[in-house]
């Protein structure tokens, strides 16, 4: 939904943003320039309380080339109200040179004609990539059978999205029960579908939380399907993984240097999720801040 445009929060809003990017410009200033060719853009979860043409200006100001925008129950624009307020949000972003890179859904399959809806509208605007929703095991039952009843509803949907125009992402999540936490898993149903019909939206967290050491692994398998990369970071903590700042976790810039020699070209998605529901202004300073620390990775790489 579209919150009303109150003007404390707009002023708020616009100010802190204005003086997160003017800080980011400042600590950028000596740095070499970052491979351009790889749009970034904001995982928005925690913006939702802005307006479309509050959420484009702030995107605007931090330096963004878009927004991953949630598209789906509770999200930004809700799948119902798509027809009406999808193409609002994409003009308000347009506006400011923006785009919505990524959108996130609930999208897992080709029978549902609302998401064929959803994914045509998208299309249609201009929109080149959506992340779908997630596949779950059972655990009390044998994987590789459920994996083998997913392959054709894997590649039903892929050659939909490929009808359309448009390319899936799927998100390797760490987790017991979540197809692709291991990524092999779930390299083995797309390894025969061209990665611009289904790919990965690799999360660098997650890996690292899956295989500790061992992440560069999980990458390497995933490489030639990856079509977009999510980046964020987390610590242990009581044996459970917590979000933290990037750069003040398990994740390290080293992660975004094996993207050069596959000359990966498609975007990268920052996700802030260590603030959870702390409000809309801490989240746009937090972004500003990681984007900074992903610039600098970037340039460094």
Partial sequence: MNAPDLSRRKFLVGSLATATATAWAAARAAEPTATPHNPICAFTKFLQPLSYAQLAETIARLGFDGIEATVRAKGQVLPERAA???PRLVEALRKHGLEITIMTTSVTRADVAADEQLLRLAASLGVKRYRMGYYVYDLDHPVKPQLDALRPVVRELAAMNGEIGIQGLYQNHAGARY??????DLQSLIDE???????????IRHAVAEAGLAWPVLQN???AHVGAVCVKDFQWEDDKPR???LGQGRVDQSAL???KPAAFSGPFSLHIEYLEQAGVEPNIEALGQDLATLRHWLAAA
């Avoid at 197809?179 to 092999?184: E, F, L, P, S, Y």
């Avoid at 579908?193 to 999360?203: K, L, T, Y």
């Fill in 179 to 184: 197809v692709g936490a291991t990524v092999w």
């Fill in 84 to 86: 009406d307020d999808l």
């Fill in 257 to 259: 240097r094996r993207w």
């Fill in 193 to 203: 579908i061209p990665v611009e019909e289904i790919g990965f939206a690799f999360d």
């Fill in 221 to 223: 398998v995933a490489a």
């Fill in 243 to 245: 979000n933290v700042p």
